[in-house]
Nanobody, 112 residues
Framework: QVQLVESGGGLVQPGGSLRLSCTAS????????MAWYRQAPGQQREWLAT????????NYADSVKDRFTASRDNDKNIDYLQMSSLKAEDTADYYC?????WGQGTQVTVSS
């Protein structure tokens, strides 16, 4: 089972940007869809985006469409989530997922 490790979270001001990374342990990473989720305190985990194996197609939740962009580098086994125009309501733990494997999450806090 592939292991996933997220990184890149932190504190950012409203309107700012962050890029999250998800590094996979297995080269099978490049053959499967990758998804991003987030979970805010006291709320259910929310799907954000999915990217196909080649990166040719992406799909986004309405809450992040036009602000977040998923991409991937299959040579490096890394998936990215570029987040811009961040809002306070984007504050959450962010997770990547591939098939049944989840990363441990990275915390994003949007606050002035």
């Amino acid at each position: 089972q592939v292991q996933l490790v997220e990184s890149g979270g932190g504190l950012v001001q409203p309107g700012g940007s962050l890029r999250l990374s998800c590094t996979a342990s297995d080269s099978s990473f490049g053959t499967l869809n990758m998804a991003w989720y987030r979970q805010a305190p006291g709320q259910q985990r929310e799907w954000l985006a999915t990217i196909t194996p080649t990166g040719a197609y992406t799909n986004y939740a309405d809450s992040v469409k036009d602000r977040f962009t998923a991409s991937r580098d299959n040579d490096k086994n890394i998936d990215y989530l570029q987040m811009s125009s961040l809002k306070a309501e984007d504050t959450a733990d962010y997770y990547c997922k591939q098939t049944t494997s989840w990363g441990q999450g990275t915390q994003v806090t949007v606050s002035s």
